[in-house]
């Protein structure tokens, strides 16, 4: 199998780790650059070597798609690409943004997969042009589709209309070490920040939160723009906008009592993947697929937009420790079994035996 990305390297990178345990040749094509990983030079490449086995051969393409190299760059590497002689190739959303990986990985017209983790745009996030018809024409021509929910399938369905079945498969998460809730009751608000993730919303929340809970601490970390708002000048809040290192996110997640997901637009999450992780318990909006995230008991869900009853709910969690434990098992478990990367993997590879690897009829595509 060759997995091909520009953007989602952490997510090809697990998936690509787990189709090898799942005893797959895998092959992982992506662009050379650091941006997933605070743009710290290196990063990029450290994360794939410590995340998959030396079996797991991992490709890039350097330099721009408007370099000067760029068409020679795409020919070396997919020369290389294909002497590996890939069954099925399978793709990320976003690579469209680069048209050189595409041909690199030996992607053909109704032969390949596709991953889309976003049917809809977030709102106010700046996605260029190239990127968003790139992945108009790759639904159009993909073999195979794979989404993270069923609401995410309904919505890509209704968009896109696209020709190729679309299998649900779980957004993977490994199991990791968890440890007890912390004494502080204390909320975390991980991850990129963006208006659609609703960071305000569970701001108003915390004077409601605070009146019965005074003791409850927040904790806000991620890259991005922060909005200006009066509750962050508490002492009891901390604020780190800045891209997280990966190895100090356990240390976040064992001194929350919750993760705080109160999106007003969303489809899926890897933020609630990493709760789950962790063992910690989740409140989200019921938006997208977040829903189907806490299906499996490892979390609550809220209205969007809806302080009141988002503070009710955190309060419900903070207020009662054998709820949130109940909760936070629930999530580990989880972790364990059906959305391990192993199990996602083998539901991948039922897939593309069953929608890439059958005999086709003559005549057909």
């Not at 192993?342 to 929608?355: C, F, I, N």
């Amino acid at each position: 199998m060759v997995l091909a990305c520009d953007f989602f390297l952490r997510y090809t990178s697990m998936l690509a780790a787990g189709l090898d345990r799942a005893g797959t040749a895998v092959a992982l094509l992506s662009r050379d650059h650091d941006q997933e990983f605070g743009d710290r030079p290196g990063g990029a490449a450290k994360f794939v070597a410590e995340a998959t086995s030396p079996a797991v051969r991992h490709y890039s393409i350097p330099g721009r798609v408007r370099s000067p190299r760029a068409l020679v760059d795409a020919l070396r590497v997919g020369r290389t690409v294909r002497r590996f002689g890939a069954d099925v190739v399978h793709l990320q959303e976003s690579i469209g943004n680069d048209v050189r990986l595409v041909l690199a990985s030996g992607a053909r017209p109704r032969r390949f997969a596709l991953t889309i983790h976003d049917p809809v745009r977030h709102p106010g996030e700046d996605v260029a042009r190239s990127s968003v018809l790139g992945n108009r024409a790759l639904v159009r021509t993909a073999g195979l589709i794979f989404v993270h929910a069923t609401a995410l399938r309904d919505e890509l369905e209704a968009l896109s209309r696209p020709r190729a079945p679309i299998v649900v498969v779980p957004h993977g998460v490994d199991p990791g070490t968890t440890s007890p809730l912390p004494e502080q009751p204390t909320i975390l608000f991980f991850g990129r920040l963006g208006h659609y993730k609703g960071l305000d919303v569970l701001l108003d929340s915390m004077t409601a939160v605070w009146e019965k809970l005074p003791e409850v601490r927040l904790m806000v970390a991620g890259a991005g723009e922060l909005e200006g708002h009066p509750v962050l000048a508490d002492p009891r809040v901390s604020v780190r906008v800045e891209h997280i290192p990966d190895a100090e996110v356990p240390a976040l997640f064992a001194a929350a009592t919750c993760v705080a997901l109160p999106y007003r637009q969303a489809s899926q999450s890897g933020v609630g993947s990493l709760a789950k992780r962790h063992g910690r318990p989740l409140v989200v909006s019921a938006l997208g697929g977040l829903p189907e995230l806490v299906s499996d008991g490892s979390g609550l869900t809220v209205p969007a937009e809806d302080p009141a009853a988002l503070s009710q709910t955190l309060l419900d969690v903070l207020g009662d420790r054998a709820l949130a434990q109940r909760l936070a098992r629930a999530g580990a478990e989880t972790a364990t079994r059906g959305a391990d990367w192993r199990s996602v993997a083998e539901t991948t590879l039922q897939a593309y035996e069953e929608h890439l690897l059958q005999p086709r009829p003559k005549g057909s595509g």
